[in-house]
């Protein structure tokens, strides 16, 4: 399968190991996906900062290069606060572009889940449960 991530622009300076390691490990937002199937990364970007404009573009270029499906960054969904476009951004991708978009990319690091899991966002953590995994999953990401 290959794989475009777009990320949260408020983390532009992540190196983006957490995600890279979930892609090799078949874990979060990549667990859908069989383990004897090679994922491939084929493009990485950020949105550009709130609302997100390069959203509107960034997929065709990596469609160009093969994208089969794009992957929503982890990162928004634990950010301070989580983003609050991510459904438009799965709407309009998929629309527009008519590939699938998939929210997440890495476990959610026992770190963030230990912060959310008391605020009103947990509700946003329960709809991934790809991304919430195990304890033992989120600590490794730590
Ligand atoms: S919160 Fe959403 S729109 Fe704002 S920078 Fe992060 S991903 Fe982009």
Same mark, same amino acid.
């Given at each position: 399968?290959?794989? +475009? %991530? %777009? @990320?949260?622009?408020? /983390?532009?300076? $992540?190196?983006? +190991?957490? $995600?890279? =390691?979930?892609?090799?490990?078949?874990?979060?937002?990549?667990?859908? &996906?069989?383990?004897? #199937? *090679?994922?491939?990364?084929?493009?990485?970007?950020?949105?550009?900062? $709130?609302?997100? +404009?390069?959203?509107?573009?960034?997929?065709? #270029?990596?469609?160009?290069? +093969?994208?089969?499906? %794009?992957?929503?960054?982890?990162?928004?969904?634990?950010? /301070? *606060? *989580? $983003?609050? &476009?991510?459904?438009?951004?799965?709407?309009? @991708?998929?629309? !527009?572009?008519? @590939?699938?978009?998939?929210?997440?990319?890495? *476990?959610?690091? #026992?770190?963030?889940? =230990?912060?959310?899991?008391?605020?009103?966002? !947990?509700? @946003?953590?329960?709809?991934?449960?790809?991304?919430?995994?195990?304890?033992?999953?989120?600590?490794? &990401?730590?």
């Amino acid at each position: 399968m290959k794989i +475009g %991530i %777009i @990320i949260c622009d408020r /983390y532009r300076r $992540c190196g983006g +190991g957490k $995600c890279l =390691r979930a892609m090799r490990e078949h874990a979060g937002g990549f667990s859908r &996906y069989p383990k004897s #199937e *090679p994922l491939e990364l084929v493009g990485y970007s950020t949105c550009d900062g $709130c609302p997100g +404009g390069n959203v509107e573009y960034v997929p065709a #270029e990596m469609i160009k290069n +093969g994208a089969e499906v %794009i992957h929503l960054a982890t990162g928004m969904v634990v950010g /301070y *606060p *989580p $983003c609050p &476009y991510m459904d438009y951004f799965t709407t309009f @991708i998929e629309k !527009r572009y008519g @590939i699938p978009v998939v929210t997440g990319t890495h *476990p959610i690091p #026992e770190k963030y889940y =230990r912060v959310h899991k008391d605020l009103p966002s !947990r509700r @946003i953590l329960e709809q991934f449960p790809d991304l919430l995994a195990t304890p033992k999953i989120r600590e490794d &990401y730590d």
